[in-house]
């Protein structure tokens, strides 16, 4: 039996969407604008706890994106906010999965210095978006999505077939 599979627009709308996001270039914010959710800010920063620094307490040009909390816990939304040339005191708690285990859920406080903040720049859907991906236009990125999106389909399909003509054996 043949089945045949119908993709819904609004599914290739929300993976073009996705690609635009995944490829999002950056522009550097004002000098004197402040950082948001979503912004990269690239920073030095020099931990301690109590007092004293540690392996692994200093880093450089760290580069974060804000509000997807990567680094520790809390950190991100005290790092909103911030301008290029900012000094910052972070307080923060090592994870408890530290590999140093004396260092585990140790409060740390971290002076970062912010060296840029850049905010993603609004991506159009249109066919300079399409010429960047490779496609020829618009039209042409939505049917290659659409055929990425019907091939893993019909693989999903391909596998419960066999699986269920195995079940019959």
Same mark, same amino acid.
């Given at each position: 039996r043949n089945i045949k599979v119908k993709i819904d627009k609004k599914i290739i709308e929300e993976k073009l969407k996705e690609i635009a996001i995944q490829n999002r270039k950056l522009k550097k914010k004002k000098y004197n604008e402040?950082?948001?959710?979503?912004?990269?800010?690239?920073?030095?920063?020099?931990?301690?706890?109590?007092?004293?620094?540690?392996e692994g307490s200093e880093g450089k040009g760290v580069q974060l994106e804000l509000g997807k909390d990567l680094f520790l816990k809390g950190f991100?939304?005290?790092?909103?906010?911030?301008?290029?040339?900012?000094?910052?005191?972070?307080?923060?708690?090592?994870?408890?999965?530290?590999p140093k285990k004396e260092l585990a859920n140790k409060k740390t406080k971290i002076e970062c210095i912010i060296i840029d903040v850049k905010k993603p720049k609004d991506i159009k859907i249109d066919d300079d978006f399409a010429k960047l991906m490779g496609a020829r236009d618009?039209?042409? *990125?939505? @049917?290659?999505?659409? /055929?990425? %999106? #019907?091939? &893993?389909?019909?693989?999903? *399909?391909? @596998?419960?077939?066999? /699986?269920? %003509? #195995?079940? &019959?054996?």
């Open positions: 402040k950082s948001n959710n979503g912004d990269q800010v690239i920073f030095d920063y020099s931990a301690t706890v109590d007092g004293n620094k540690f991100d939304e005290q790092l909103v906010g911030v301008k290029k040339n900012d000094n910052k005191i972070i307080n923060a708690t090592l994870p408890a999965n530290h618009i039209k042409d *990125l939505r @049917s290659l999505v659409e /055929k990425q %999106i #019907l091939s &893993q389909y019909s693989q999903t *399909l391909n @596998s419960i077939t066999k /699986k269920e %003509i #195995l079940d &019959q054996i």
